[in-house]
């Protein structure tokens, strides 16, 4: 599949790279709105088209697919437009920073059939996937408990390096949105309330660098969030679920805890599983490239086997929603209701 990416700043290298290493995809375009970064990305990587207006870049017939690497207030209109012009697309996260606007991606992929792929890249960590089943198979029985930390490391200089990071939502929607996301796709099931703090406490931004949720599940689960951009040197994030037949958890590094009541009925550690145990050959952060790569090709697959793709619109707009909703609350004072 002939590839393009919209925007060329921090997170189209890593688009750029898993394309490199994807024998049937090729990176046919990129487009920035700044020419100089355009430019200099295209001879980084030998792209053969450059367009400064993305709506030039949407009417080339040899574009098959676009990855939308742009702030993430403009991932809505961008993807709605590559939709409508034929083209399948990879939607980096955070989907959008309102519902509604997330909403249309979703109505747009529905009225057009056109194929598109959210980046969660965590949803790949073999820890993440064996705490679902284990959740999914009722190992864990009822669950009571889920806690998703969500500690980052950003100073100020990484808030006044890019003016969209002070206005498109803050520690929630563009470094938490990754572990909201994982922890509501563990626990499989709908949000009932959400009860939000938000703040920005010691950054100078117009977005939260602090914020907490208590999220009520439609069981009954209670599930809370921990999120910071000031916690220094940064935290590996953790998540641990809590079911009345054990308790699971792991972070970045690894598995942290997997014990049952009735060890004999257990599911094996994600480790003893094949299914769980390859590990990706990761170095530093473990969400970056390889699972990338990964997502790029399921998007051509299911082009090709007229599929949906791993990430599909309607699950990614959960982690907004929830984002959301802790706002609202945060703003109201009170819980919300979904
Ligand atoms: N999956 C991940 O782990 C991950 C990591 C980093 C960023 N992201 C997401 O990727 C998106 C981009 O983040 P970033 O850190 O690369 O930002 P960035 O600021 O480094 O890059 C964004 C680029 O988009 C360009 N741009 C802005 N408006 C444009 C327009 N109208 N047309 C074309 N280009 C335009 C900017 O000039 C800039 O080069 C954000 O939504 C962010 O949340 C995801």
Known sequence: MRFAIIGCGVVAHTHAMALERLPEQTLCACCDILPEKADAFAKKYGVPKVYYDYRRLLDDPEVEAVCVCTPSDLHGEMSVAAMRSGKAVVCEKPMEVTVEKAQAIIDAAD??????????????????????????????????????????????????????????????????VHGIDLILWMLGEPVKTVFGFAGTLARKTGVEDTAAGILTMESGAVCVIKNTTLAYPEFPTGFTVYGEKGTVGFDDLGLNIWEFTDPASAPPRPEDVPEFSQKAPISLKPYYGNMHAYLLQDLADAVREDREPLIPPREAIRAVRAICGIDRSARLGVPVEF
């Open 111 to 176: 009225e057009t059939g056109a194929k598109i792929q959210c980046i969660f890249q965590r949803r790949l960590l073999p820890t993440a996937r064996a705490v679902k089943k284990a959740v999914a198979e009722g190992a864990l029985g009822r669950i009571c408990l889920a806690e998703a930390d969500l500690k980052y490391y950003r100073d100020q200089a990484y808030y006044d390096s890019a003016g969209w990071r002070n206005v498109c939502g803050g520690a929630m929607l563009n470094q938490g």
